[in-house]
């Protein structure tokens, strides 16, 4: 559903405040749900605003401006710092990958893991066999 303007709003909650109507009335009046009435009236004890708020709906973020700021700082000191490096410098409670994003989203690189002498590779496979196959004995 989408959201009531701010006009529509005003317009419930003054009508409400002359008395031109019970909550019920006023719903069916301007086209809402007897829930949006209550809640408009609800939110302006509480806050004082009539306003959407929408925006402050859904999950927070972990990673603010400001560890964004000190990621920034730390990288700068340190640029070779891992991921989970700058966790737990930070102090922050989120997963690797949630810091490997936002460090793209402000152009930022890293390594992916500490420093360790290179891997010995040896030979995953066995000498080639010769070609063709044994004849079966007739």
Request: glycine share 6%; hydrophobic share 35%.
């Amino acid at each position: 559903m989408a959201t009531l303007s701010l006009d529509l709003r005003e317009r419930i909650v003054s009508a409400y405040d002359k008395g031109e109507g019970t909550r019920d009335e006023i719903a069916r009046r301007f086209r809402v749900s007897l829930g949006m009435v209550k809640k408009l009236l609800q939110q302006r004890s509480k806050t004082g605003c009539i306003k959407s708020r929408h925006h402050l709906a859904g999950r927070k973020k972990t990673i603010v401006a400001e560890h964004r700021i000190a990621m920034r700082q730390h990288l700068k000191r340190k640029p070779d710092m891992t991921l989970a490096e700058l966790r737990e410098a930070l102090g922050l409670e989120c997963t690797l990958p949630a810091i490997h994003y936002v460090l793209a989203d402000m152009g930022l690189t890293y390594i992916k893991r500490h420093s360790a002498p290179p891997s010995r590779t040896g030979r995953t496979s066995a000498k080639h066999a010769a070609a063709g196959s044994a004849s079966k004995a007739d």
